[in-house]
């Protein structure tokens, strides 16, 4: 059995993505890993912090971002198949580049692998997630949060990333540009490993969080839509993530690959843990809208966490 790893950036440490620790986080159980790294600007030093882990297991295939060929987010897709298309393994084992797996879920991962390869009806494997928001000991798990997602799949050439790549699905006769269409796409036939997937996309200084979302609107949305937030004066204020204290505390350990990158926190003084429980950015996250609040607070309260109309995109096996 050979597992690949594999992963796709832009700009990733420039944008605060802890990429370099990602890509060691499940390098001791893949047998190579891939990363299709985008035409980044001059000074963001992504590959040089790829390159100096050092690793022979590591290929770095360079691409170029098309965001008029691919809106919507789309580019994301299409750069998670660039590099699927690169590996070789049996199971492809895919991590975004704010994403990190901890090492005491290692084993479990690879026993899983291992013990289902030779089941073909297991397309994927479904990891849980724990969502980071603001700094490293609070967690986003609301309504609008995901609490489950796909990030290992099989090696067929008819599974690809779906809409701005956070999931996959089955697509025969792909045309290669279509990433968001729905008719003809199938869900994938997953079991479940109990293993975390640890995000920290909305860990960053308020500043560096605020560029981040200029960022991944241009990719969304457009440059022409992102000029007019800009001239309405939408990215002008520091990010403002909310009153922490409102959200749900974190007392775990992180991956070890973590600890130096943790250790450079240094804006809570930047954080808010009084006042309104939403954020007051001019651009509001769908979390604090007062109808997904008010859907989270009876699934919390009153329904014990179960979710109301959850999307699942993917089919769970009893395996």
Known sequence: MKISGFSMGRNALKLYYPMRQ?????????????????????????????E?????????????WNIEKYPRGM???HQTDLAREHCSGDWLFYLQSDEVVHEKDL???????????????VEGLMFNYRHFW???????????????????????????????????????????????????TYKLKVARVDADIFHYGWVRPPAVMQSKIKAF?????????????????????????????????????HPAVMKTWIDQFDWKDQL???????SLNPIMSKHDRTRYRLISWIEKQLLGGRRLGEFRNYILLNR
Do not use: M
């Open 217 to 253: 609107s241009i990719n969304h949305k457009g440059r022409k839509k992102v000029e007019e937030q800009e001239a309405a004066r939408q990215f002008d204020r520091v990010f403002d993530y909310g009153n922490l204290s409102k959200l749900t505390p974190y007392t775990g350990s």
């Open 22 to 50: 990602s890509v060691e986080s499940i390098l001791p159980i893949v047998d190579e890993f891939v990363i299709a790294l985008g035409n980044s600007d001059a000074d963001d030093t992504t590959r040089a912090e790829l």
């Open 75 to 77: 580019e994301h897709a």
């Open 107 to 121: 084993e479990t991962i690879l026993k899983r692998c291992e013990e289902l390869v030779e089941d073909k009806q």
């Open 52 to 64: 100096a882990i050092d690793s022979d297991k590591i290929r770095i295939v360079d691409t170029v």
């Open 134 to 184: 603001g700094d490293y000991v609070h967690v986003q798990d609301g309504h609008c949060w995901y609490r489950r997602e796909i990030r290992v799949i099989r090696n067929d050439p008819e599974i690809h990333s779906w809409e701005s790549a956070q999931s996959f699905r089955r697509i025969p006769g792909f045309d290669g540009i279509s990433y968001r269409q729905q008719e003809g």
């Open 272 to 278: 808010r843990f009084s006042g309104p429980a939403r």
